[in-house]
Structures are given as C-alpha cells and as structure tokens.
C-alpha cells in the first residue's frame, strides 16, 4: 500500500495518508478526509484516484477547470508509480512507498537524557508565539477527527509544523498480542522530506519511554554534516526523542519524532542542545493535550451511549463516573415496569402490504413508552418485541422509585387513550398493558461475552411480567404487586392516582397466591369514580368473606364501562354464586 502525501504553501497544510487499493476515492478541497482546504485552486470534487497493480491511476473530473501538472504538462489522467508526483494549484502530491520497519539493533546514543513532566513544563520557548499558536489548533483538530486514523493525521501535522527542526514524526502504541506480549504498532507517521528510504523508529527508545512513563531523548550523533559510526540507522537523523501520551483513553501511545542537530561538535558528555529540549516540550504539551481531550471525547461518546438507557437527570448524576464502574452490576432495591402493546397481532394481518408502515407505528408506540420512562428518570433496561421494560433504584438509589414508575405508566396510559379518541393517530388501533412490581434484583450490565446489555435480573422482573399479561384477564390496564400498592397508598395522593384492589390470584404455574391492584388516574380524568371504586372493593370483600350474593350485588352497582367486574362477576356467575369446597380466597388463573 502507499501513501499519497499533500504539502501545500505553507509547512501546515499538509497531511499523508494510505491509498485504499481497488477503491476510488475522490480528492479536492471539500472531500471528507481526502480534503485540501488550504487550497482554493482545486475544485470541492477535483479528481479521482485508483491505486492498482502498483500504480495510483488520477482522473481529472469533467467539472473541474484547474489542471493537473504531471512532469510539467497539462493532463487530465496520469499514472503515478512511487517516487513521482503531480501538481494541482499551489498543492504538490507524492507518492511514497517507503516501508515501516521497527529498529532493534541501532548503535547506542553518545548521549541519552529522561525528563519528567514537571521539568519540561518549567524549561521556557525560544520562539513561544510560533509553538503557543500550532498549539493552540490542537483542540480543534482532535475533538474534529471522525475517528482515531484521522486524529493520528491530524495530530503528526501539527507537530511536523510545530517543530522545525523535525525530519520525521510518528504516533507509535505498544499493543497487546499473543501470550500477553506487547507488540510495537506504527499509528501513523510522516517525514519532512521523501527520502525512498524506509522509517526506522527505535523500539528500544519507545519502549523504554513507555515504561518508565517519561520522555527520552537520543543522540547519536553532533554533527550533522561529518557523520561518524555512531551515526543511526533511523534514517539518517542525529536525534530521536520518545514522549508518552497520559491518560486512560490512550494507555501505550507515544510521540516519536527525529531530527538533525546544528552543526556543532558532540561530545559524550554533552548535554541535549535547548532546541531539541524546546521540541520535547513542545511534544510534551501536544501528548497532554491529546490526552485529556481523547478522554473528554471518550467520556462524552459514553454519556452519549448511556443516554439510550438513562434518562438526563441520572446522566448528570453519573457525569465525570466511570462506565465500567457505574455499569457493574449489583443488587438494588428497584421497581419494574412492563408495557406490553396490544393489537399488534391483528395490525400485523391487516397491514399485510404495508409492513414498513406497520414498524413505524409500532416504533412510535414503543418510543411513547422509552419516553415517559426516561422523562420520570428510570432507565429503558430491555425490549421484547412489541413490550419494553424500564426500571427505577438503579444505578443510583430512588427513593421515589415506586412514584416514578406509577407516574410514567400513567403518562403511558394517558397517551394510548388520547390517541384512540383520534381518528387516523398512528397510535389508534393500539391499547397497552402495564404491569409494576417492586422488590430487590441485580441490576447493571449484564450479559456474555458476546453480547452485554444494561438490564435488570431477579424474581421481581418475572412478577412484573406476569402482571402485565394478566391485565388480559383482568381488563386492568395497569396492575401492581402489593408492596408496590402499599407504596402507593402511603406517599401518593389521590389527586396524582387511585388504587384499588383487584383480587386475590394465582398464577398459572405457580403455588403463591398474588394480591394484586388496579393503579387508576385521578377522578378529574377518568371515568370511574371514588364511589365506584367504593362499591368495587366492597364486592371483592364481600367476595373474600364468602358472601357471594352480596358481592355479585354489589357488583352490579359498578358502571358497565368498567371491564374489571367483569373478571369478578363472570368468577361468582360460574359458581352460581356460591363459594366452592375449602374456598381460600384465592382465584386460580388458568392461563399465563
């Protein structure tokens, strides 16, 4: 593979990058990485490149109306091999083949000097206006990069331009391999001027540099002119420094640079010239720089990711945490919700001819759920088909949980009946069902290696889930447990909701008997009112008590809109009224 190196007017505008091979890939002022803004003599779009059989193919674009200078003439298409260039503007591009081989038997300098951190940051510039100002373009260039390969190309101009004296630079990581053996990986890296000669960066310097977390500086040679045995094989250069880059984000990486030194004598005693110090701090401040805004990109990437789970407010809880740390799962006292949609199967036939059609309604259903979720501070912990689950207490403690989890299914609720009272909604043809259970679980990112997602485990899910497909049988469209219900009752009043018992059931499949209850909006927004509510729980005592009669009496004083008597009356009807042999109270579902 070559490179494709641009160098504009000035020592800045410049980059080098590898040539996809068997791909077109369009150069001009406004080409994403292949850009040269620097340049206003090429076109937005100028030409298009093709590297192939070991030639880089270049295509003038029929709008286009700068040439191409190719060995002095006017072109609109040339073939490059390495070494050669053309020209468009003020712009020159070369191609290079010029090969990485990492140097492991290089001569031992005449001199070797380590700094640490705080005495670079004390030695002052020679020419700080020139270093502050390339500096000073830093933040820019690493927050801009698109990704890790961009930043490397943009970070080695920058430094190309802000160390003069430079004859190469490169972004080098020690990587992890087979047997847990670190590897040393090139990033990327650029020289001043081609050569044909081949990068030989010192894997003794960088490691060294690496390990003992400070900047080292080789020399090798102090003349540049009369150059001895001891002269590197790194290409042709006096002087090698290594600087690592602190920070989590970019653990194992370092600035490699080489240069020449003034023509003056060495000596094995001397000491690094102030140049060569000036360009390790300025390396220095780069390396710091990358390294916290690395890390300020990394930590805003993962507030990015946690916001598909956690609504703003635990986000600015967790700002500045550690993911892995927040993530980690363990056991919380939390409250489930499950809100199942309903309708799907039927949709699903008649809109046989429209199924895109079908998955955006089904896709803005389930976003009314996320966001009533998310907007009362719970995290969306999963999705199973038409259903999601959200859940409260984690990763931080609610002590309003239970309210919370009341309040969005309510605002679930309420959305769903507003859109059946539109005709034509999106949301029309769709009724939802919500169960809500509370109790403890293990909560964070759970998962294989594979495959990790932020969800929540434990018996109280499985409950949560089980009460939201009752709410089939029950008619109720939102039910809750009994230790959810006594939160209920104790902290909200009636005018945010309303409780009542439903009944006393087991499930199917299972040996426990399960209170559970109905959670109702305010009397101003529903149908149903206190005295209905009244007469509703006083049947299902009379139920309980064993006086069948007078429940089913009681029953019927309850409005016919409310389908939850229905469970109730068709139950007490069944056995004419009468309670069966050895009656605990308790109502056998037969169904999951």
């Not at 494709?4 to 068997?22: H, K």
Request: proline share 7%; charged share 25%; with cysteine.
């Amino acid at each position: 593979m070559a490179d494709l190196i641009a160098q504009g007017e000035r020592p800045e505008d410049r980059w080098r990058r590898a040539v996809p091979p068997d791909r077109k890939v369009t150069l001009g002022r406004s080409a994403g990485v292949w850009s040269t803004p620097w340049d206003e003599r090429i076109s937005r779009q100028h030409i298009e490149m093709l590297w192939r059989h070991g030639r880089l193919e270049v295509m003038r674009l029929p709008q286009t109306r700068n040439p191409i200078f190719f060995r002095g003439r006017d072109t609109t298409h040339c073939q490059l091999k390495p070494g050669e260039h053309f020209v468009i503007g003020k712009t020159t591009f070369s191609l290079a083949d010029e090969k990485v081989q990492v140097s492991v038997n290089e001569p031992a300098p005449v001199n070797e000097q380590r700094y640490d951190h705080q005495y670079l940051r004390q030695v002052r510039y020679q020419d700080a206006d020139k270093r502050i100002d390339a500096l000073s373009r830093l933040p820019e260039i690493i927050l801009g990069a698109s990704d890790d390969k961009e930043l490397f190309v943009r970070l080695v101009n920058v430094l190309l331009a802000g160390i003069p004296q430079a004859a190469s630079v490169a972004v080098v990581a020690l990587r992890e391999g087979p047997r847990s053996q670190f590897d040393l990986e090139v990033l990327h890296w650029d020289r001043r001027r081609m050569t044909g000669e081949d990068f030989r960066p010192s894997e003794r310097l960088i490691r060294q540099s690496l390990e003992r977390s400070e900047s080292v500086v080789n020399i090798w040679s102090g003349n540049s002119v009369e150059r001895g045995p001891q002269f590197t094989q790194s290409e042709n250069a006096d002087w090698a420094f290594c600087t690592p880059v602190p920070g989590v984000t970019c653990r194992g990486w370092a600035i490699y640079v080489t240069g020449n030194l003034p023509n003056v004598p060495a000596t094995p005693n001397a000491s690094d010239p102030l140049q060569v110090r000036d360009d390790m701090k300025f390396a220095e401040l780069a390396a710091a720089t990358l390294g916290r805004l690395s890390e300020q990109r990394r930590l805003e990437r993962s507030q990015a990711s946690l916001g598909q789970f956690f609504s703003p407010l635990v986000l600015e809880a967790l700002a500045g945490a550690d993911p892995d740390v927040v993530l980690a799962p363990r056991e919380a006292t939390v409250s489930v919700l499950f809100c199942d949609l309903r309708g799907f199967s039927r949709q699903s036939e008649q809109s046989g001819d429209d199924l895109l059609g079908l998955l955006r309604r089904v896709s803005d259903a389930l976003g009314v759920m996320t966001r009533h979720i998310l907007e009362q501070g719970g995290v969306v912990g999963d999705f199973h088909g038409d259903a999601a689950m959200g859940f409260w207490g984690w990763p931080l403690p609610q002590e309003d949980a239970v309210e919370r989890a009341c309040r969005a299914a309510l605002g679930i609720r309420a959305e769903f009946v507003a859109a059946a009272s539109r005709k034509g909604d999106p949301l029309a043809d769709f009724r939802m069902g919500i169960g809500i259970a509370t109790g403890k679980a293990v909560a964070g990112k759970i998962g294989t290696v594979d495959q990790v997602k932020v969800t929540v485990f434990g018996p109280v899910v499985n409950l949560a889930s089980r009460l939201e497909s009752m709410t089939k049988f029950l008619r109720a469209p939102i039910l809750l447990d009994d230790p959810t219900t006594q939160i209920v009752r104790q902290r909200m009043p009636s005018t945010a909701c309303r409780v009542r018992r439903v009944a006393i059931v087991r499930p199917y499949g299972l040996a426990t008997a399960l209170p559970v209850a109905e959670l109702l909006p305010p009397a101003d927004h529903d149908q149903l009112t206190d005295l209905d509510i009244a007469n509703y729980e006083a049947a299902l005592q009379s139920m309980l008590d064993g006086d069948w009669s007078r429940a089913f009496d009681l029953l019927h004083q309850v409005p016919a809109h409310d389908r939850v008597k229905d469970f109730l009356t068709v139950f007490i009807a069944q056995h004419n009224r009468t309670p069966p042999p050895h009656w605990d109270k308790v109502i056998p579902l037969e169904f999951k």
